[in-house]
């Protein structure tokens, strides 16, 4: 009996580290904690959305002041078929938002993935002409943004349109309209909400020649009269890749082009990566055990590793929060995580703040602590 309670009371001790007991003495959250520095959001499933997840709600609306819809907001779902319009989803999760006081986000006008398949193509199979392109994403954008009018404070209006090596991605926006159909879909988003703010948004952001890219998009589309308020940094990244340096003076150089930055999609994997950071969802590798190394969860070693860098991420983020808007985490719990399933499929991947049986991760009082460091 005495050594069940020594062995409690040690699990106890490791369990709860310093930084564990301040924030749960002091009852503090992401949310509280990030009160005065930037908004922390999180982005929305739809068992989230409809309430299924319940222990996920729960973190959501004690932890985050901010949302985005991880997919339901996507193209392909809110106009399957042209002029068809579907928003039971959108609205749910906009009403979610609304009455728990979050800043909602709007995930993603134009992107040439999750798109139905009719928008580039007329009946005969032919691509569209130029003009039908930009009736068509007028459209949709000024049917979509107007809905939410007043309600969505922040578009993600144009994502991955960028390549690392600076270089448009050649995708049927880009093909049929050219560079215009970036600037053209900030302007129809304006129109339809004059006081929402906008964002370009993109993976591997850091890349020395997609930052000089996406700041000449942005002075372009500022010398032309239209409104960006941001760039969206995706923060899908790894143990090594990027490093912090890199990440930063990506950073300080979108601050320094006018816009704020939004740290958008964080998630940190654990797992070797057959390739960097890539977030290109078509991008797919066939399974290996070899790659799926933590099933039964994380060596101590690998834990300290990965807690560290969400640390160093968050100071740097802490650092910069005068040119951060925002940071919202890719989910709630690691089992709703896109990265088990990406970029191999069926690994166990432990990315996110909270663990696969809603626990709050010790990193989490680490974070908050980082908060009340001069
Ligand atoms: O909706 C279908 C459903 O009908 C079907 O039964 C089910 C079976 O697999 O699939 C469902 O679609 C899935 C969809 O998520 C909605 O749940 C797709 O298979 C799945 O591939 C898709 O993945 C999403 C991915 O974007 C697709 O592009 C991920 O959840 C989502 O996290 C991910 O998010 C993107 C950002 O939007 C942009 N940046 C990169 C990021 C990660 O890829």
């Known amino acids: 009996m005495k050594r069940l309670f020594i062995f409690l009371g040690a699990a106890a001790i490791t369990a709860l580290t310093p930084c564990n007991i301040n924030a749960q003495r002091s009852n503090a959250t992401l949310k509280t904690a990030f009160k005065d520095t930037f908004y922390i959001g999180t982005a929305m499933s739809l068992p989230q959305i409809y309430g299924k997840d319940r222990k996920s709600v729960e973190i959501i609306k004690k932890q985050f002041s901010s949302i985005v819809a991880e997919n339901c907001m996507k193209s392909m779902f809110l106009q399957p078929e042209e002029d068809k319009f579907f928003f039971d989803d959108a609205d749910k999760f906009v009403a979610f938002g609304e009455k728990n006081n979050m800043f909602i986000i709007g995930h993603t006008l134009i992107w040439h993935s999750q798109l139905p398949k009719w928008f580039f193509t007329e009946k005969d199979g032919r691509d569209v002409s130029p ?69 370009y948004n993109d993976y591997n952001e850091w890349y020395p020649g997609k930052v000089a890219t996406v700041i000449k998009m942005v002075k372009d589309i500022k010398a032309r009269g239209i409104r960006i308020d941001g760039v969206g940094m995706q923060a899908h990244v790894g143990m090594d890749t990027p490093s912090v340096s890199e990440y930063e003076t990506a950073i300080s150089a979108y601050a320094q082009s006018g816009v704020k930055v939004n740290i958008t999609e964080l998630d940190i994997s654990a797992l070797p990566s057959p390739w960097g950071t890539s977030a290109n969802v078509s991008d797919k590798i066939a399974y290996d055990e070899k790659m799926n190394p933590y099933k039964k969860g994380l060596p101590a070693d690998v834990q300290a590793g990965w807690e560290k860098r969400y640390e160093d991420f968050f100071r740097l983020f802490l650092k910069h929060k005068n040119s951060i808007r925002r940071v919202t985490l890719w989910g709630v719990t690691d089992s709703q995580s896109w990265k088990n399933d990406f970029p191999i499929k069926g690994r166990t991947d432990y990315p996110l703040l909270f663990d696969r049986q809603y626990r709050t991760k010790p990193v989490v009082g680490k974070i908050i602590q980082l908060t009340k460091e001069k």
């Open 131 to 199: 003009e039908v392109l930009m009736q068509r994403m007028k459209n949709h954008i000024t049917t979509v943004v107007s809905r939410y009018k007043g309600r969505v404070k922040g578009w993600d209006v144009v994502n991955e349109a960028i390549m690392e090596d600076g270089s448009y991605r050649k995708s049927k926006f880009y093909e049929i309209l050219g560079e215009d159909f970036i600037p053209l879909a900030f302007q129809y988003a304006h129109e339809a909400d004059p006081d929402a703010e906008l964002y």
